[in-house]
């Protein structure tokens, strides 16, 4: 299983950050090879990739969710992934937004791609067109400000 961390300093506050992080189905907008999610409920995904000419459908799910902190996922089958992006307030006006995510590539032209460093180099490329995407809008799309406890957590 590969883990992969990138960060990116956008130029919006928190709130917007987080905020349109959690629109979930504008991912496409920004993240190369993702060409559709669905979101089936407040914590629950589907999605539809495409690696290396691979076509993926699985579902995940939201397993920690904070305003303005956190969202954590893990996949519920298909591909083996689970991760956690985290949003830190630099001041009122700009916030670092980090990805964490372990993976466990499937398949032939995953397991190369990973070898390869092709996933580390999408998912940098991811972060710096979410920066471009909510820094040229300027505004969130939408958001969500509920809150998903940890799993076994008494909140």
């Known amino acids: 299983m590969g883990a992969i961390t990138e960060s ?4 919006v506050p928190v709130s917007t950050a987080y905020n349109q992080w ?5 991912f496409p907008s920004f993240m190369e090879g993702v060409e559709s999610i669905t979101q089936l409920d407040d914590t ?6 495409n690696v290396g000419g691979v076509t993926r459908e699985f579902d995940a ?8 902190e956190r969202v954590a996922w893990k996949s519920l089958n298909g591909p083996t992934h689970a991760g956690v992006v985290t949003f830190h307030r630099l001041d009122d006006d700009n ?3 980090t990805a964490q995510m372990d993976l466990d590539p499937e398949g032939f032209a995953e397991k190369a791609a990973d070898k390869l460093g092709v996933l580390n180099r999408r998912v940098k490329g991811d ?8 820094e040229n809008q300027g505004y969130e799309s939408g958001s969500w400000r ?6 076994g957590s008494a909140m």
């Open 61 to 68: 799910s939201i397993t920690e969710q904070h305003p303005d």
């Open 44 to 49: 629950h995904l589907h999605w539809v990739t």
């Open 127 to 134: 972060m710096e067109r979410f920066k471009d995407f909510i």
């Open 8 to 11: 990116v300093d956008v130029h």
């Open 22 to 26: 959690t629109q979930f189905e504008t």
């Open 95 to 97: 916030t670092r937004v």
């Open 146 to 151: 509920g809150d998903v406890p940890p799993p």
